[in-house]
């Protein structure tokens, strides 16, 4: 790992076991707050004013956990969580995923973030990489990338959505902010679980194999599209056969997205790749067979991020 990594690394770790404590309380009610309030009070007191819209949103500064700064509006609890922790949550999945990003990406690399929402994996890789595509579809988003990226050389900013086709889709918006898809079968399942994608409005989309044409292909994929991951696959299969950059991919459980996961999962092995989990530390863990069954209720997640690697 090279030094820039170790000390970002440090970074992290600091932060995690700063907020560790707070994220392990799980109690429910009022003790559960009490809970929250003696153990993290820097966290749950601004949360609690977020959360009943006392704290102003607008053009907020975030301090990412390394120290870099950029600007965002808080409008949803993803971005609110980035202000107040400095990464997504530290939740286990991002956190091992983070892990993995800072000890392998290498100054070299050219890492594309397809579905980057807010972009924090694209700051991320902004310190190590010689080159950072970002994907997103929804403009209220992707304004706070452009804002935050604006006079970035070795940053390219795609207002579009990653899919089989070059050319228009429908996306499928939620209330919740940063909540979108191009996948009507992922639309339909989420909606079993009273997530409500209420409106649509057009986008352009892309296939990575068009995309590569006019730009220098990845050696890194971060692959979450909601849903869309085996349409942005089948639209980059010659990416994937013959240039084979590393992807990391959202998975979710069956209960989560209706069992669509798993079809992604079987394009990447088709193609040549072979599947791994993480442990705590972002180290690679072999796993074959059905990966959703390392994940779902009896993980205490609905989702985990997998790496899938050619040999």
């Known amino acids: 790992m090279q030094p820039k990594g170790e000390a970002i690394l440090r970074d992290f ?5 700063r907020h560790e404590r707070f994220y392990r309380v799980t ?3 009022i003790a559960g707050k009490l809970q929250r309030l003696a153990f993290g009070p820097a966290i749950y007191l601004p949360l609690v004013a977020w959360k009943l819209g006392l704290s102003p949103r607008k053009n907020r500064t975030v301090r990412l956990f390394w120290g870099r700064e950029l600007k965002a509006d808080l409008n949803d609890s993803d971005i609110a969580m980035l202000h107040l922790c400095g990464s997504l949550s530290l939740s286990y999945p991002e956190h091992k995923l983070t892990q ?7 100054p070299a690399d050219v890492f594309y973030d397809v579905g980057s929402n807010y972009g924090f994996y694209s700051y991320l890789a902004s310190e190590f990489c010689a080159q950072i595509h970002t ?4 403009p209220s988003v992707f304004a706070n990338l452009r804002r935050n990226f604006a006079g970035v050389q070795n940053v390219t900013l795609n207002n579009v959505a990653v899919t089989d086709g070059t050319g228009e889709a429908v996306l499928h918006t939620s ?3 940063g909540v979108s898809t191009v996948s009507d079968e992922y639309k339909a399942a989420r909606s079993g679980l009273e997530m409500k994608y209420d409106n649509a409005i057009p986008t352009k989309t892309i ?19 909601e849903g869309a991951e085996e349409k942005a696959i089948a639209g980059g299969s010659s990416l994937f056969q013959h240039h084979s950059p590393v992807v990391a991919m959202e998975v979710h459980s069956p209960q989560e997205d209706g069992g669509l996961s798993m079809r992604p999962v079987e394009k990447l ?5 072979r599947s791994h989990g993480l442990n705590p530390q972002g180290e690679l863990l072999p796993l074959q067979g059905d990966l959703t069954l390392h994940i779902g209720p009896q993980a205490g997640f609905s ?6 690697m050619k040999a």
Not at 13 to 17: K, S
Not at 135 to 138: K, V
Not at 303 to 308: H, K, L
């Open 207 to 225: 296939a990575l194999d068009d995309y590569i044409k006019t730009h220098t292909p990845p050696t890194v994929v971060k692959l979450d599209v």
């Open 269 to 273: 092995r088709a193609l040549g790749y």
């Open 27 to 29: 109690g429910s009610g």
């Open 175 to 177: 209330a919740a902010p």
């Open 100 to 106: 993995f990003l800072i000890k392998q990406l290498k």
């Open 303 to 308: 989702f985990d991020n997998f790496i899938f």
């Open 13 to 17: 770790e600091r932060a995690y076991r």
């Open 135 to 138: 994907f997103e579809p929804l």
